[in-house]
């Protein structure tokens, strides 16, 4: 099965990944995951929505990680990127959703009912955080992991 996080269009030029348009959520695992999946699915006008399993998390971004060594980009995506690997070795799952016309305070919503770690809508200039983030992805955001 081919992940989600395959798609080129999820990218930038440089690798990063920037999935304008898309909110990225992480759960606490693979049912809360689906849960939110199902809840987020029947919102009205939403795309697209997308389990992602840890280990395809973690094999995807694995590689920018190290290439990046944590050291701070620009726009803080690399931190984003090198924060969910290490969820996703800690057994989180993640979610894909393409926003489409849907409410993003309803998804958020929906995350936070299944209790999501964290939740990124990648917008057209800004990544604007969905739910309560923990202190450890306050780090990620502030470029301080």
Same mark, same amino acid.
């Given at each position: 099965?081919?992940?989600?996080?395959?798609?080129?269009?999820?990218?930038?030029?440089?690798? @990063? $990944?920037?999935?304008?348009?898309? @909110? $990225?959520?992480?759960?606490?695992?693979?049912?809360?995951?689906?849960? #939110?999946?199902?809840? @987020?699915?029947?919102?009205?006008?939403? *795309?697209?929505?997308?389990?992602?399993?840890?280990?395809?998390?973690?094999?995807?971004?694995?590689? /920018?990680? &190290?290439?990046?060594?944590?050291?701070?980009?620009?726009? /803080?995506?690399?931190? $984003?990127?090198?924060? $969910? @690997?290490?969820?996703? %070795?800690? *057994?989180?799952?993640?979610?894909?959703?393409?926003?489409? &016309?849907?409410?993003? #305070?309803?998804?958020?919503?929906?995350?936070?009912?299944?209790?999501?770690?964290?939740?990124?809508?990648? /917008?057209?200039?800004?990544?604007? &955080?969905?739910?309560?983030?923990?202190? %450890?992805? &306050?780090? +990620? +955001?502030?470029?301080?992991?």
């Amino acid at each position: 099965m081919t992940s989600p996080l395959s798609d080129t269009s999820l990218y930038t030029a440089r690798g @990063v $990944f920037y999935p304008r348009g898309q @909110v $990225f959520a992480m759960l606490p695992d693979a049912a809360r995951a689906q849960a #939110a999946a199902d809840a @987020v699915s029947a919102l009205p006008g939403i *795309g697209a929505v997308q389990v992602v399993e840890g280990a395809a998390i973690a094999q995807r971004f694995t590689q /920018r990680a &190290e290439e990046v060594g944590g050291a701070p980009s620009v726009g /803080r995506e690399d931190q $984003f990127m090198l924060r $969910f @690997v290490e969820l996703a %070795r800690q *057994g989180l799952c993640g979610l894909l959703i393409d926003l489409g &016309e849907a409410d993003a #305070a309803a998804v958020a919503e929906a995350l936070q009912a299944q209790r999501a770690a964290l939740a990124y809508h990648y /917008r057209a200039l800004v990544i604007e &955080e969905l739910v309560d983030a923990s202190p %450890r992805a &306050e780090a +990620a +955001a502030a470029g301080k992991l």
